[in-house]
């Protein structure tokens, strides 16, 4: 049994979009300690001290957004080794179901070089859950 499987809900023979999907699902819905750590202390910050991201910064103004793709595009980096190259990440706020919606386009090492995926999730603001269904 492998960690993923044990720890992270992921079924073995899943395609690895949807692997790297519930990755991301899981990374947005931790909340991020943001502990200040150095950058000469690369093992701690590839840890799960520094796992997560603030949803504190999801939106606002056009800084904080700007902000907030930063970081997740970092993290994406950091924690989801199989990500070769993210070519766009789109945050859209919806005021009326108090979600945030992440759109994330990249490509992933595969068997014949890097082939493209798309991931889509919204999550609740109030929670900070993945929420089902459009």
Known sequence: ???????????????????????????????????EVSRGLENVRASNLCYGVPMTWAIGDGQTSTQMRGVLRERLKRFEPRLSVLSEIEVEEDSDQNTV????????????????????????????NVEEGS
């Open 1 to 35: 049994m492998s960690f993923a499987t044990a720890f992270l809900g992921v079924r073995e023979g899943g395609t690895v979009e949807s692997q790297i999907g519930l990755n991301v699902q899981t990374l947005l819905q931790a909340i991020a300690p943001e502990w």
């Open 101 to 128: 919606s992440f759109y994330i386009v990249g490509g992933v090492h595969g068997k014949t070089g890097t082939e493209a995926f798309e991931i889509e999730t919204k999550l609740s603001r109030m929670d900070q």
